[in-house]
């Protein structure tokens, strides 16, 4: 039986993303506290896929790939950080997920968000 994907928006949930867009290919901040950790338990029972605005260009991607590669080895044993890195995936097209981890959206609870709502939200890192 295949495991449900998990699909994980890149800037601002793993990476720190505290120095804004610098490119596609340009990622210089820290990993969010934590974010190896949960990742080492979430490949457990999910099909991890990192999914960003940067997917969709293969500079992008390779980018997003060197930088885990960097911070897997810091955060990370060196059997982990193999491990990780041997299961995540970094799809080009955003999959069907089966849950879906983004520091820009809303949860669709039933009832629909006021406009007003929307135009003032903030991502957890703004507030």
């Known amino acids: 039986m295949s495991k449900p994907i998990l699909l994980i928006d890149f800037d601002g949930v793993i990476h720190s993303y505290e120095s804004g867009w610098k490119g596609v290919d340009q990622i ?3 990993p969010v506290p934590g974010a190896f950790q ?3 338990k979430a490949i457990e029972k999910f099909d991890v896929q990192i999914y ?3 997917s969709k260009d293969p ?3 390779r980018a997003m790939d060197v930088w885990f590669w960097h911070w897997a080895k810091m955060e990370l044993s060196t059997d982990e950080a193999n491990k990780l890195m ?3 995936r970094y799809p080009t097209e955003k999959p069907a997920a089966f849950l879906t ?5 809303i949860c669709f609870q ?3 968000p006021t406009i007003e709502s929307m135009l003032a939200f903030k ?3 703004k507030r």
């Open 28 to 30: 210089v901040d820290i």
């Open 38 to 40: 949960f990742l080492m």
């Open 52 to 54: 960003s605005s940067r």
């Open 59 to 61: 500079e992008g991607v």
């Open 86 to 88: 041997h299961s995540i």
């Open 101 to 105: 981890i983004d520091d820009r959206a």
């Open 110 to 112: 039933g009832s629909w």
């Open 123 to 125: 991502p957890w890192n």
